[in-house]
């Protein structure tokens, strides 16, 4: 072992005074411990920076808006089947009976259904696909936020996460434009056949309701 000052004093004051054996024995190993105690390296890790901390707060905030969007549009896909079987004949059409088979339904593939919103945060289109037996197509729903229309006593959700006041609301805050679907037919060169299962009825009241919005808008 590298012999330091401090080191070297204390066994030569060991040595030149008579002492006792284990006396002796205490002093050097205090000497030694003290020298390792010395040259040990510091484990204090360094203070943050206040332009590491903004950074770090800033990954932090872009972390949890991609993750609010990825469920939000989660949350728009249900609300959008919702008023598809409210407002259409998704679920007993026959148009699609033929095109798809009888037992046709959703495929339940979320992570391939789209979410689209337009120059305007009310308005989302969302894509998902339904099959049967014979055929698969894909179904799109327009629909408007209905936001400004019942804004009274709703002032939370201009504070609160996206998809939770979308899955709060519901469908009750939504206005289905229209409900289309690309149905899979033989003619002209095995190109798809774009056909609306809105209801009349629904497709009026809806049409109505969506205009009064745009007006107070």
Same mark, same amino acid.
């Given at each position: ?18 002492? %006792?054996?284990?006396?002796? #024995?205490? /002093? ?30 800033? #990954? ?14 989660? /949350?728009?896909? @249900?609300?959008?089947? !919702?008023?598809?079987?409210? %407002? !259409? ?20 593939? &979320? &992570?391939?259904?789209?979410? !689209?919103?337009? @120059? ?7 894509? &998902? ?22 804004? !009274?006593?709703? @002032? ?17 805050? &939504? ?15 095995? %190109?798809?056949?774009? /056909? ?10 809806? @049409? ?10």
């Amino acid at each position: 072992l590298a012999s330091t000052p401090a080191t070297s004093s204390a066994l030569d004051r060991a040595i030149s005074r008579p002492m %006792r054996p284990d006396a002796c #024995v205490r /002093v050097a190993a205090r000497a030694l411990s003290t020298r390792a105690s010395a040259g040990a390296p510091s484990t204090s890790s360094p203070r943050a920076g206040p332009v590491t901390i903004a950074l770090r707060a800033f #990954v932090a905030g872009c972390t949890l808006y991609a993750c609010d969007a990825a469920l939000d549009d989660y /949350v728009l896909l @249900g609300v959008a089947k !919702s008023l598809a079987r409210e %407002r !259409s004949t998704i679920d007993d059409d026959a148009r699609l009976r033929e095109a798809l088979g009888d037992d046709y339904a959703d495929d339940g593939a &979320w &992570w391939k259904s789209t979410v !689209s919103r337009g @120059g305007r945060s009310d308005v989302a289109r969302v894509v &998902w696909t339904i099959e049967g037996a014979k055929a698969a197509c894909d179904v799109t729903l327009t629909m408007l936020n209905r936001r400004a229309e019942r804004e !009274s006593g709703l @002032g939370w959700t201009r504070f609160a996460p996206p998809s939770l006041a979308h899955a709060a609301l519901g469908t009750s805050m &939504w206005t289905a434009f229209a409900v289309d679907c690309s149905l899979p037919t033989t003619r002209g060169g095995g %190109r798809s056949a774009l /056909v609306s299962l809105m209801r009349d009825v629904d497709a009026a009241a809806d @049409g109505a309701s969506a205009a009064k919005v745009e007006k107070k808008s």
